[in-house]
T-cell receptor, first 112, second 112 residues
C-alpha cells in the first residue's frame, strides 16, 4: 500500500464550487505539505504543517485553505474554485526540517 | 525566475549513454535535493546533498555541488529507457525559515 495517498485522483468542478482534496499518510511523519504543479513549471508550495497545531502559508496560499485533522491527515480546500486553479496538486510528507519529502500520486484538478 | 533552474529543459539520448543535468540557484542553501517525476505522477526523491558536501553517489547517479558557483549537476550513467522522466532540483533557500524551491525540471527521454 502507498505511504502517501491522495483523494480524489481526478476531479472536474465548476467555477465557484468548493472543493476539498485529501491527503493521508502512514509514514508517521509530523510534517506535511501541499504543492501545485502547472505545466512547464516546478512545484510551488501552497501550505505546510509541521505538526497538528502548526499551519503555515507557502508561496501561493491565496484562494486556498488547509486543515490538519490529525498527524496523518492534511486536507486542502478551494473555497471558491476558479479556472486558474486548474493544476496537478501534490501532498508530501517529511520526517525532518528541510529533509527528504515523500510525495503522493497527485490529484489532477480541472476547474471549468 | 525560480531559485532552482535546470538546464537543459529537455534532453534526448540513446540507451547506454550518460545523461547530465544541471541546476543553478540564487541564494545560499543548506541542502539541495534531486527528484524524479514520471509523467503525471508523484515525485520520487533521488539524492540529498548538503552544502558542506561536494559529491554524492547512489547507484548509477552522481550528484555534485559547487556552492561557489551556486550550481549542482546530476549525472545518470548507462541510461535506460526506464530513466525517461522529468528531473527536478529543489533547494531550501538557506536561512532559518522553511522553504522548498523547485526548478522547472529537465525532461529526459532515453531511446531504446
Amino acid at each position: 500500500d502507498a505511504d502517501v495517498t491522495q483523494t480524489p485522483r481526478n476531479r472536474i468542478t465548476k467555477t465557484g464550487k468548493r472543493i476539498m482534496l485529501e491527503c493521508s499518510q502512514t509514514k508517521g511523519h509530523d510534517r506535511m505539505y501541499w504543492y501545485r504543479q502547472d505545466p512547464g513549471l516546478g512545484l510551488r508550495l501552497i501550505y505546510y504543517s509541521f505538526d497538528v497545531k502548526d499551519i503555515n502559508k507557502g508561496e501561493i496560499s491565496d484562494g486556498y485553505s488547509v486543515s490538519r485533522q490529525a498527524q496523518a491527515k492534511f486536507s486542502l480546500s478551494l473555497e471558491s474554485a476558479i479556472p486558474n486553479q486548474t493544476a496537478l496538486y501534490f501532498c508530501a510528507t517529511s520526517v525532518g526540517f528541510q529533509e527528504t519529502q515523500y510525495f503522493g500520486p497527485g490529484t489532477r484538478l480541472l476547474v471549468l | 525566475s525560480q531559485q532552482g533552474e535546470e538546464d537543459p529543459q529537455a534532453l534526448s539520448i540513446q540507451e547506454g549513454e550518460n545523461a547530465t543535468m544541471n541546476c543553478s540557484y540564487k541564494t545560499s542553501i543548506n541542502n539541495l535535493q534531486w527528484y524524479r517525476q514520471n509523467s503525471g505522477r508523484g515525485l520520487v526523491h533521488l539524492i540529498l546533498i548538503r552544502s558542506n558536501e561536494r559529491e554524492k553517489h547512489s547507484g548509477r547517479l552522481r550528484v555534485t555541488l559547487d556552492t561557489s558557483k551556486k550550481s549542482s549537476s546530476l549525472l545518470i550513467t548507462a541510461s535506460r529507457a526506464a530513466d525517461t522522466a522529468s528531473y527536478f532540483c529543489a533547494t531550501d533557500g538557506g536561512g532559518g525559515g522553511f522553504k522548498t524551491i523547485f526548478g522547472a525540471g529537465t525532461r529526459l527521454f532515453v531511446k531504446a
